[in-house]
């Protein structure tokens, strides 16, 4: 109420803070990205140079390379190390750059109030990523967050940002997502794995689950600056909702790091097992499990989008935008008959995807989509934009309703 007569109590007057949120909510506060920025590193790399920078595993080339790049349609990622394979980048760096890229003469790195950050890749197990991304930047206490995990990992931080503005808790707030996935796809870290396969008689080529991926990931950096009031000058993106839904209770560990899986599908943390074992099973390298993905990614999504269509009473035929992340072209055609199958069409003409130029960048793929369409002069005051980033990891989504103001 406006007035504020239910905040009296036997003649008292409720705390100062509690006044001021049901203030700012009678405002009917909204929420604005007003820029957005992308950071990557070196050159474009194209197919025919990827084995340069990550090399040959036991200098035998791969036999599912051609097939895996026919499938995702990938023509040029990024790299963060030379063809030494010296690192030129980390994930700190590029998240640095990406923040700088933001800022303008009207707003200034040391003006953030708030710095949250996603990644599946970070540095360092501890510090957390936004405590050394903001060490880096070397501007005044504020407040930070992390967020880890994988694809929605940024989501999750997004979704931090979003509600701490909501709340009226900050004027501003920086989100960005960092990934280096180079250093994990170079040969020299399937070495003795497929060695110890040899010694065991076996075929020396690493597992379908681990190369699948070295052909599609990328490294790169994106952010977005959010603020409780549009950009005075150009376009601002007004958030009207942010949902993300797990369905961890259905479904096993599909794509992970760190750990084996068993049979059981449960998974046996790298703390439980022996420095040897580490490297006989390249415990560290990235894996997922190709079956449980097709048979669950694009379903589980339709039906979360199908019960949004209800909650937020939208019809998915108003949007003019669909930024979906994609690991693969593969999945496109996979996604349109889900939405069908749901009565959700959304004509190709709407869809907007830059995965054959910039890879797979796990948590930066959808802020990086986000600017490329920011940036492009195509928004126009009142479009609608649907993002959609899935993560397979243990299959969670999020959906992004964005209005152009």
Known sequence: TSDLSCCKKKDKVLPGHIIKIIKYYSMDPKVYITRVSKFFPNKPVSN????????EIKGLKSRSKSLILYN????????????????THSVTDMAVEAIKNLCTQDFETNDIELLTCGSA???????????????????????????????????????????????????NAVCVASEKFSNWMQSKNFEEESKHLEELGKNPFIAFEKDFLRWMLSDGASAVLLQNKPAVNGISLAIEWLEIKSFANEIETCMYAGGIKEESGEITSWHDLTPAQWLETSVFSLRQDTKL??????????????ELTGKHNFNVSDIDFFLPHLSSYFFKSRIQDSLKDNGMNIPDEKWFVNLDKIGNIASASGFAMLEELFCSGRLKKGNRILMMIPEIARFSYTYLKLTVV
């Open 48 to 55: 025919e140079e990827m084995e340069d920078y990550l090399g």
């Open 72 to 87: 995702n349609k990938i023509k040029t990622r990024y790299y963060a190390i030379d063809k030494e394979g010296r690192s």
């Open 121 to 171: 890749s970070p540095d360092l197990l501890m510090p957390a990523m936004s405590l050394m991304v903001h060490g880096r930047l070397g501007i005044k206490p504020i407040d930070a967050m992390t967020a880890t995990g994988s694809c929605n990992s940024s989501m999750w931080a997004l979704n931090y940002a979003w509600m701490s503005l909501m709340l009226g808790k900050y004027s």
């Open 293 to 306: 993905l097709q048979e669950n990614i694009t379903r589980l999504g339709g039906i979360f989008l199908k």
